[in-house]
């Protein structure tokens, strides 16, 4: 890849990863803020009420602050490290919350295509850590043997929270509809009785 695409692709993956940063964070300040005000209007007449507006936002400042800390991402380090060095490095920070199994001869695709895996490794990651109980657990798979390639997510059912349901991850691979098909890659969600399977075919 030339010098100055590179340097291009690094400077709208950093722009973009710090705007959906930013308007989370900033989403979930203003709800903090709303609940608050609320919490204000009635801890005199409603106590027991103004009680759960605090749990909640102490749960959604949580919240917040495991998303933001998951969050640290460095588009020219996976670059030029590539994809699967790359994650293998991350998943060894968050063991045993995020196990990785490869199986097969690694490859290398395009900046493209790893930058939008990892885009999606991250959202998944992120939302699962952030939404499911206190210990989840994420098991992920590269299978290189596979013909197109395979990368798989499997997330057990029985860690899922009440704030999460299994349709919340149709929604969030929704958004890459677009530029999945832009790279030739195919998402695959499968909802079975013990795990949510999210597989990329690439």
């Given at each position: 890849?030339?010098?100055?695409?590179?340097?291009?692709?690094?400077a709208?993956?950093?722009?973009?990863?710090?705007?959906?940063?930013?308007?989370?964070?900033?989403?979930?300040?203003?709800?903090?803020?709303?609940?608050?005000?609320?919490?204000?209007?009635?801890?005199?007449?409603?106590?027991?009420k103004?009680?759960?507006?605090?749990?909640?936002?102490?749960?959604?400042?949580?919240?917040?602050?495991?998303?933001?800390?998951?969050?640290?991402?460095e588009?020219?380090?996976?670059?030029?490290?590539?994809?699967?060095?790359?994650?293998?490095?991350?998943?060894?920070?968050?063991?045993?919350?995020?196990?990785?199994?490869?199986?097969?001869?690694?490859?290398?695709?395009?900046?493209?295509?790893?930058?939008?895996?990892?885009?999606?490794?991250?959202?998944?990651?992120?939302?699962?850590i952030?939404n499911?109980?206190?210990?989840?657990e994420?098991?992920?798979?590269?299978?290189?043997?596979?013909?197109p390639?395979?990368?798989?997510?499997?997330?057990?059912?029985?860690?899922?929270?009440?704030?999460?349901?299994?349709?919340?991850?149709?929604?969030?691979?929704?958004?890459?509809?677009?530029?999945?098909?832009?790279?030739?890659?195919?998402?695959?969600?499968?909802?079975n009785?013990?795990?949510?399977?999210?597989?990329?075919?690439?």
């Amino acid at each position: 890849m030339k010098s100055e695409e590179h340097r291009k692709l690094i400077a709208r993956e950093r722009a973009r990863y710090s705007r959906e940063i930013h308007d989370r964070a900033a989403q979930n300040l203003t709800a903090i803020g709303l609940n608050l005000q609320l919490c204000q209007s009635v801890i005199s007449i409603k106590p027991e009420k103004a009680e759960k507006i605090i749990a909640n936002c102490l749960e959604l400042i949580d919240a917040t602050a495991r998303e933001l800390k998951y969050s640290i991402f460095e588009p020219s380090a996976l670059l030029n490290l590539g994809l699967i060095p790359y994650i293998k490095k991350f998943i060894e920070g968050y063991e045993p919350l995020c196990s990785l199994v490869i199986s097969g001869k690694e490859k290398s695709f395009s900046p493209g295509l790893e930058l939008l895996v990892w885009r999606i490794f991250s959202e998944i990651f992120n939302f699962t850590i952030v939404n499911q109980n206190k210990n989840p657990e994420i098991e992920v798979k590269f299978d290189f043997n596979k013909e197109p390639s395979l990368f798989l997510f499997k997330i057990p059912s029985r860690n899922f929270s009440k704030n999460i349901e299994k349709a919340d991850y149709n929604k969030l691979t929704a958004r890459f509809l677009n530029d999945s098909e832009e790279h030739k890659l195919k998402i695959i969600i499968e909802h079975n009785v013990d795990s949510t399977l999210i597989k990329l075919n690439f």
